[in-house]
């Protein structure tokens, strides 16, 4: 099992396990030439999930869960995030260094989520899943949420996509994500929403 103590010291430095397989026995250190962020202030989401949030359609938990929110993340006929990865950042979780936003229907159905990891004012958004409408744009809402009200100043994407791009995902070189992070690790910040409608 990958430890606490070589996860933080790898998000520290730019660097990211993945499995080839849910079954894979040991995970694979990455980092990127390019990587991806939102930036707090440019995040945006569609005026339909904002609609969503207003009437209150799905329940929201932070921290509610967290293993039941990584195996939905890892529910997919091909996923990075193995046993052992689930089991390396549940105990992240137990120690207050990973997070999640889990969003329920009204029978109190699991149906979308997302969890990360903090370290400092960064946060590093690791997976999403979504099986319900919008539902996952509403948990990526509700983080930026945190994010914002917490007094983070990072958020990693890893990677840009097109999908996040709509969300206000941009990508910026490794120099510049050295910087931001080196800037965000000096600071504390709390994955947290004091007011939730």
């Not at 996860?7 to 990211?16: D, E, V």
């Not at 990075?80 to 329920?104: F, K, M, T």
């Not at 099986?131 to 809402?141: D, G, N, P, R």
């Not at 999908?163 to 080196?182: D, M, N, P, T, V």
């Amino acid at each position: 099992m990958l430890t606490p103590e070589e996860l933080l010291n790898a998000y520290a430095n730019g660097i990211f396990p993945m499995a080839d397989s849910r079954d894979d026995p040991e995970a694979k250190w990455y980092s990127s030439s390019r990587r991806g962020i939102i930036p707090l202030d440019e995040f945006h989401v569609s005026s339909n999930v904002q609609r969503i949030v207003r009437n209150q359609h799905y329940h929201i938990k932070f921290d509610y869960n967290f293993r039941q929110v990584m195996e939905a993340c890892a529910d997919r006929d091909s996923t990075w995030i193995s046993h052992e990865i689930i089991e390396s950042y549940c105990r992240l979780h137990e120690l207050g260094h990973a997070h999640s936003v889990s969003v329920w229907d009204q029978k109190w159905e699991l149906v979308g989520g997302q969890y990360g990891v903090s370290l400092g004012a960064a946060f590093f958004g690791e997976s999403l899943f979504g099986w319900a409408k919008e539902a996952s744009k509403v948990a990526l809402y509700w983080t930026h949420q945190a994010l914002l009200q917490g007094g983070f100043e990072l958020w990693d994407t890893q990677f840009w996509t097109e999908h996040l791009a709509q969300f206000g995902c941009i990508e910026i070189s490794a120099e510049e994500y050295e910087k931001r992070l080196k800037k965000a690790l000096k600071k504390e910040a709390e994955f947290s929403v004091a007011h939730k409608k």
